[in-house]
């Protein structure tokens, strides 16, 4: 996936400016696929080149405030993309090769920094579930609604494994500093 047709996706959704944008990135489609917004202006610059977006500027807003919408583009850029396949995603982690070296050369003290990313998993899950709380409680949301919460369903479900597995991991990590 490029970050454009995240962009894109984004700016279907709401038609706003560049700094919007970048706030809703980060409490949205962020979670999944990031992007600083120096990298996000810089994309909608060259989507707008592309003649995917345009943008006018915002009246009463501070100078150079500019507010973007798809065009017919975009859109069409936007449905290609998507009808396009794509391969699942496989993780890539770094302390899937520190483990390995752990078990190759002996114990390296890697517990710590498990506590840590235990730490920061249970964080993200727990924005997960305030986030489905608070906006996925109405047992008849619209379809767009309910893809949302797949969608946060998913992150949800990652986290959950990813609690389990390192607290999975500190218990052996744990037992082998012991003895």
């Known amino acids: 996936m490029s970050l454009q047709h995240a962009l894109l996706t984004s700016i279907v959704e709401k038609p706003c400016s560049g700094y919007e944008l970048a706030r809703r990135f980060d409490k949205s489609i962020g979670y999944f696929w990031h992007a600083t917004h120096q990298q996000i202006y810089r994309e909608l610059a060259r989507m707008e080149e592309q003649g995917w977006v345009s943008s006018v500027e915002v009246e009463g807003g501070r100078a150079g405030k500019r507010k973007f919408k798809v065009l017919a583009a975009g859109k069409k850029e936007l449905r290609r993309w998507a009808s396009e396949q794509s391969e699942p995603f496989r993780l890539r982690d770094e302390m899937m090769v520190k483990l390995r070296a752990d078990a190759a050369v002996g114990p390296l003290g890697l517990a710590e920094e ?6 920061l ?12 709380l608070r906006d996925f409680s109405d047992p008849d949301m619209p379809r ?11 992150g949800i479900a990652f986290e959950a ?10 218990k052996m990590l744990r037992q082998e500093a012991s003895t």
Do not use: S
């Open 161 to 170: 494994g990813r609690v389990q597995w390192t607290k999975e991991a500190l």
């Open 114 to 119: 498990f506590e840590r990313r235990l730490r």
């Open 144 to 154: 767009e609604t309910q893809i949302h919460y797949l969608i946060l369903k998913a």
């Open 121 to 132: 998993h249970e964080q993200e899950l727990q924005t997960y579930r305030e986030i489905e």
